[in-house]
């Protein structure tokens, strides 16, 4: 069935620096495109997302880029602040199961 | 504007036995999901409605039954939990409409439900 494969796994940063997850998906039909963040013991909550008719959009310091011919989008965090240690999820959809997500990534901003 | 509720939020049950989570989303979205995450791992699909009166399979349906009573409601039952089922489990909704997948909606979750089988 349809996949998505999320890198890296986990990703450990110094504070100030900059951080990106990517996303790969197999359903070319996907045309939406959002990032999750979950703190310990809460639920994902959106934080950013990018539909197929552009390919980047900024909200502050988080920024997602979408390519389409190679069918991978990135989460870009840049000046990390501890604030910023969660676990990210991408979303994407399937033929067969509508939304699924990634794998997630867990980020370690260190102060 | 409570947005999605679940409960109960956690829930102690013994090998064999049966239960019911419930789920409600006072936004009017037509679809609406079971999710189930393990300790440290992502989300996986449990069953999804894409509108009231459907329900589909997703990726890890086994051991699970849901109905899409109304609009708002949609519950999650275990018939005979095994330990393999301790996990937290999200219900969540979107305004998708079920036949137009692709175009995308912004999903919003419950606060989890925390069920341990032992």
């Known amino acids: 069935g349809e996949n998505v494969e999320q890198h890296p796994s986990t990703l450990s940063v110094q504070e100030g620096d900059s951080a990106v997850i990517k996303c790969t998906y197999s359903d070319s039909a996907s045309n939406y495109f959002p990032w999750y963040k979950q703190e310990l013991g809460k639920r994902p909550q959106l934080i950013i997302d990018i539909r197929s008719n552009v390919g980047e959009k900024k909200d502050q310091r988080i920024a997602v880029t979408l390519n389409k011919t190679a069918k991978h989008f990135s989460l870009h965090i840049t000046e990390t602040q501890p604030e910023d240690s969660a676990v990210y999820f991408c979303?994407?959809?399937?033929?067969?199961?509508?939304?699924?997500f990634g794998t997630g990534t867990r980020l370690k901003v260190l102060a | 504007n409570a947005g999605v509720t679940q409960t109960p939020k956690f829930q102690v049950l013994k090998t064999g036995q049966s239960m019911t989570l419930q789920c409600a989303q006072d936004?009017?979205?037509?679809?609406m999901y079971w999710y189930r995450q393990d300790p440290g791992m992502g989300l996986r699909l449990i069953y999804y409605s894409a509108s009231e009166g459907t329900t589909d399979k997703g990726e890890v349906p086994n051991g699970y039954n849901v109905s899409r009573l109304n609009k708002r409601e949609f519950s999650l039952r275990l018939e005979s939990a095994a330990p393999s089922q301790t996990s937290v489990y999200f219900c969540?909704?979107?305004?998708?409409?079920?036949?137009?997948?692709?175009?995308?909606?912004?999903?919003?979750f419950g606060e989890g439900s925390w069920l341990t089988v032992v």
């Open positions: 969540a909704s979107s305004a998708l409409d079920g036949t137009d997948y692709s175009s995308g909606n912004t999903i919003y």
């Open positions: 936004m009017n979205h037509n679809s």
């Open positions: 979303l994407t959809t399937s033929g067969t199961y509508k939304y699924i």
